[in-house]
Nanobody, 124 residues
Framework: VQLQASGGGLVQAGDSLRLSCAPS????????MGWFRQAPGKEREFVAY????????DYADSVKGRFTISRDNAKTTVYLQMNSLKPEDTATYYC??????????????????WGQGTLVTVSS
């Protein structure tokens, strides 16, 4: 599975962005999907998760109420809608596919395939 993330850019605080993650190869409909982010000098951190069924959707506390993860079944694309962006949201954002359950979905170790990342910069 190859993942192509896009939609990042430079915005001002309070603006919105929508990130997209389009898998190639097999459909993502059989996988759990996650979004992570990594700021310079920091570890990669969990942002959002959507189980393959859509039954489980979860967010990091820092983005709850502002970010929404969704999937377009027709296009097999996963989105991360980001509203009310803050300077602390500045990071490279990665989408990832999780196939197993050995690790909690909040851990990067749980994921088997990663996109190349898309940079989000929020100015104050």
């Amino acid at each position: 599975v190859q993942l192509q993330a896009s939609g990042g850019g430079l915005v001002q605080a309070g603006d919105s962005l929508r990130l997209s993650c389009a898998p190639s190869g097999r459909s993502d409909s059989t996988y759990d999907m996650g979004w992570f982010r990594q700021a310079p000098g920091k570890e990669r951190e969990f942002v959002a998760y959507r189980s393959r069924s859509g039954f489980i959707i979860d967010y990091a506390d820092s983005v709850k109420g502002r970010f929404t993860i969704s999937r377009d079944n027709a296009k097999t694309t996963v989105y991360l809608q980001m509203n009310s962006l803050k300077p602390e949201d500045t990071a490279t954002y990665y989408c990832a596919v999780r196939r197993g359950t050995a690790y909690t979905y909040k851990s990067p170790n749980a994921y088997d395939f990663w996109g190349q990342g898309t940079l989000v910069t929020v100015s104050s």
